[in-house]
């Protein structure tokens, strides 16, 4: 069973911002493409980044582009998302996903596609 753990959420002044960690004890997460996907209430669960295993090439959504970044920690085995100038419609729980099943396969931000998420850690982002 994989497990995935998300940490560094919390509450932050818009212009903040917050480090989110994805981690998985005992699996090491660079062979695999890693996804960030958020929930805001009463909205779908929407990409926000992800990191291709092999190249880590990355995507990010448009509304994103410029204020976070992903990468990975391999020595922690970690995946990162810094998230710089903060906006309130950034606020959301946040999810790590993992794509056990497409090997070599750039990755997209479509749900469909990761196979195990984390408990998700709360952004929120107000003054």
Known sequence: ???LVESGGGLVP???SLRLSCSAPGLPLSYYSISWFRQAPGKEREGVSCISQGDDSKLYTDSVKGRFTIS???VKN???LEMNRLKPEDTAVY???IDTRNY???CVLDR???DYWGQGTQVTVSS
């Open 1 to 3: 069973q994989v497990q």
């Open 78 to 80: 970690t995946v990162l």
């Open 112 to 114: 469909q596609r990761y």
């Open 14 to 16: 818009p212009g903040g």
């Open 104 to 106: 070599r396969s750039p």
């Open 72 to 74: 990975r920690d391999n």
């Open 95 to 97: 999810y790590c996903g």
